[in-house]
Nanobody, 118 residues
Framework: QVQLVESGGGLVQAGDSLRLSCAAS????????MGWFRQAPGKERELVAA????????SYVDSVKSRFTISRDNAKNTVYLQMNSLKPEDTAVYYC???????????WGAGTQVTVSS
């Protein structure tokens, strides 16, 4: 069993920063990539940022480019999402996910709420 546990969410004001963490534990699994998704009320879940576990290559949805940074600590089995210049439209539940192969994300965390007030 693989567990992903997110932390770092909270209530902040527009322009503030937050750093989300996602710690992976449980059985060892081949890791292709990890990603941060978010889902706002009434909206579909979207992939915000992803990181290739072996190369460290990253990708972002256009709405967060230059504001969010995804990074990893292989030794700690942890992935981070640094979120700067937060906007009210960033308000959502943020989920961490891990992909064992290129076919898609296999494991999911329970999510952490991020609320940005104007």
């Amino acid at each position: 069993q693989v567990q992903l546990v997110e932390s770092g969410g909270g209530l902040v004001q527009a322009g503030d920063s937050l750093r989300l963490s996602c710690a992976a534990s449980g059985r060892t699994f081949s890791r292709y990539a990890m990603g941060w998704f978010r889902q706002a009320p009434g909206k579909e879940r979207e992939l915000v940022a992803a990181i290739d576990w072996s190369t460290g290559g990253t990708s972002y949805v256009d709405s967060v480019k230059s504001r969010f940074t995804i990074s990893r600590d292989n030794a700690k089995n942890t992935v981070y999402l640094q979120m700067n210049s937060l906007k009210p439209e960033d308000t959502a539940v943020y989920y961490c996910a891990a992909a064992a192969t290129a076919r898609g994300y296999d494991y999911w965390g329970a999510g952490t709420q991020v609320t940005v007030s104007s």
